[in-house]
């Protein structure tokens, strides 16, 4: 046994030897692309740009991302976001709309939190990717998929007990912000998306965008005439 | 040649195992809470009927990546991928994370949570999570790619492995190499990406983070500490844009893994960020001298409580007759 564990240990040695070199440089080509593609446009030269844009497509080929940023949103103006509030609701001809999102109904816009809801961050991401879409702000306007967005969150709540036997089912939301001037503290409300999606036609029943210039409360009081009500008031 | 021998010696040399077994321990854990914490809303986030929809993908990740056919097998289907099929997948991460996490066939553990977790955040529903969830993938292949079931785990109780000293456990180093130079790749592109952002500049970011609900565990009128914040956003910005050259230098490296683990634990008691101070935390110990560590380890262990072993019970045994 000993003889045979002796005998092997060369080739194994060998072979050791051979692949070390080869895996050194695998090991280097993927930390090379890992510095490439994380490598911040403020910090690299120009001359780096295309090496740079390669290592990110490869790597994001490959499923890697180098880094993300964290907290990157443009913080300058003087109004900060104070809380982002989803209130999805369900509404039949014979019922009293009903509170689908948040739980309870109340959007938390104060104290302590100690966790936040996955469905929330969803939801949020969502309606924000929808909103973004449409006004361009990743780059290109696509309201097609800024439409299918919404439209994903309209069906996904037709499906919810409450309404998934009613035959004239619709999912209404509303998107509103609290924003919070850094200069005197003043907070202000405002609505940014409303929509509703009607699930027995499977098509949307009313969408509404807040106009870039708009100031938020105008826009509120638009739409609470066009609503009739203010359901998340 | 010489470079070439360096290069090898430094991907290959041993080197401390002992934080590649911590991160192993906080991935697996991390992943198994994250995920568990979400179980009223699996189908909702996940399910055929749910936010998902069998166009998020496509409408998301339009280009071909590797994961295609994989998202062509799980969505193909669209609508008629049955619930069961989720709650199978949801049931089998938390168990495998659990397993990776207390060290239970820690490789194979370690390659199925990493498989489902990427089935769950790339192939199902990438908005359901904040950035963590992309970034512990690499940081969780480098983890399994070491032997870092060989300690702490119940495969080492199993295969009755001396526990000896921790800060003297060692393997080949390139996992430790690899997840060393993500953490820094990562806080490049985290702090030099918003470098330029007037925000930052102003000293106003960790005011804007500590005000929103959506990333603010503690909502109150936080004006009177502006300056106060205004420092914070400062010292963030130092700390994390030199954190890429610093961890780096001997004399720099534990300062700076210290106050980068002290900025994720501020972080962790004002903010949410999901899961992700965890993971970078989970990152940093691969800068930490093994001592330190092994240091931490025996203050952990001396507090646990400790089953009683066969020969207390029989001393008790003996006490009460």
């Known amino acids: 046994m000993a003889e045979r564990r002796g005998a092997k240990e060369p080739a194994t040695a060998a072979r050791g030897g051979r692949e070390r070199p080869i895996a050194s440089a695998l090991l280097v080509a993927y930390v090379a692309l890992l510095v490439l593609g994380g490598w911040p446009a403020a910090a690299r030269p120009t001359l780096f740009d295309r090496p740079h844009y390669w290592a990110q497509l490869v790597l994001w080929v490959a499923g890697i991302r180098p880094g993300i940023e964290v907290f990157s949103e443009p913080s300058a103006s003087e109004y900060k976001f104070r809380a982002h509030c989803i209130h999805i609701e369900g509404r039949t001809s014979g019922t009293s709309p009903i509170t689908l999102h948040p739980p309870g109904g109340r959007c938390h816009t104060d104290g302590f939190r100690a966790r936040v809801p996955p469905m929330d961050v969803a939801l949020y991401r969502v309606v924000r990717r929808s909103w973004e879409l449409r006004r361009g702000a990743l780059g290109v306007r696509d309201p097609a998929t800024s439409d299918r967005d919404l439209e994903r969150i309209g069906r996904a709540f037709c499906e919810r007990p409450e309404l998934v036997s009613e035959p004239d089912a619709r999912v209404m939301l509303v998107w509103y912000a609290y924003v919070e001037s850094y200069v005197t503290g003043a907070q202000l409300r405002g609505g940014f998306v409303y929509y509703g999606w009607s699930c027995a036609a499977g098509s949307v029943i009313a969408k509404h965008w807040r106009p870039d210039a708009e100031p938020l409360e105008r826009f509120d009081e638009a739409i609470i005439r066009f609503w009739g009500s203010a359901p998340w008031a | ?321």
Not at chain 2, 293 to 301: G, K
């Open chain 2, 1 to 321: 040649v010489g470079v070439i021998e360096r290069v090898e010696r430094w991907f290959f040399d041993p080197q401390p195992l002992l934080p590649l077994v911590l991160a192993r321990i906080i991935f697996g854990l991390t992943l198994f809470l994250a995920y568990l914490m979400r179980w009223p809303d699996v189908q909702m986030l996940y399910g055929p009927r749910g936010l998902p929809g069998p166009a998020l993908i496509q409408d998301l990740d339009p280009l071909p990546t590797p994961f295609q056919p994989i998202i062509a097998l799980v969505n193909g289907s669209g609508a008629h991928l049955p619930p069961s099929a989720i709650w199978i997948a949801y049931a089998a991460l938390l168990v495998a994370a659990l397993c990776f996490a207390l060290g239970w066939r820690t490789r194979a553990a370690g390659v199925a949570t990493l498989l489902l977790h990427l089935v769950f955040v790339r192939v199902r529903n990438p908005l359901a999570d904040w950035g963590w969830a992309e970034m512990i993938q690499p940081f969780l292949a480098y983890v399994i790619a070491a032997p870092s079931g060989r300690h702490l785990s119940i495969d080492a109780r199993l295969a009755g492995r001396p526990r000896g000293d921790p800060a003297a456990w060692t393997a080949p180093a390139w996992p430790l190499r690899l997840l060393q130079i993500h953490v820094c790749v990562m806080y490049g592109v985290s702090s030099w990406g918003r470098i330029d952002d007037p925000g930052w500049l102003q000293g106003q970011a960790v005011f804007v983070a500590v005000v929103n609900v959506l990333f603010s565990k503690w909502v109150t009128n936080w004006h009177p500490a502006q300056p106060a914040l205004a420092a914070m956003t400062y010292a963030t910005i130092v700390i994390e844009c030199t954190a890429p050259l610093a961890l780096w230098v001997p004399r720099l490296r534990t300062w700076w893994a210290y106050a980068l683990i002290t900025l994720h634990l501020g972080l962790e008691a004002l903010t949410h960020v999901g899961w992700w101070n965890f993971v970078m935390i989970g990152g940093l110990l691969s800068f930490l001298p093994p001592p330190h560590l092994a240091h931490l380890l025996a203050r952990a262990d001396a507090g646990r409580p400790r089953l009683p072993s066969p020969a207390d019970r029989g001393a008790r045994r003996d006490r009460r007759a």
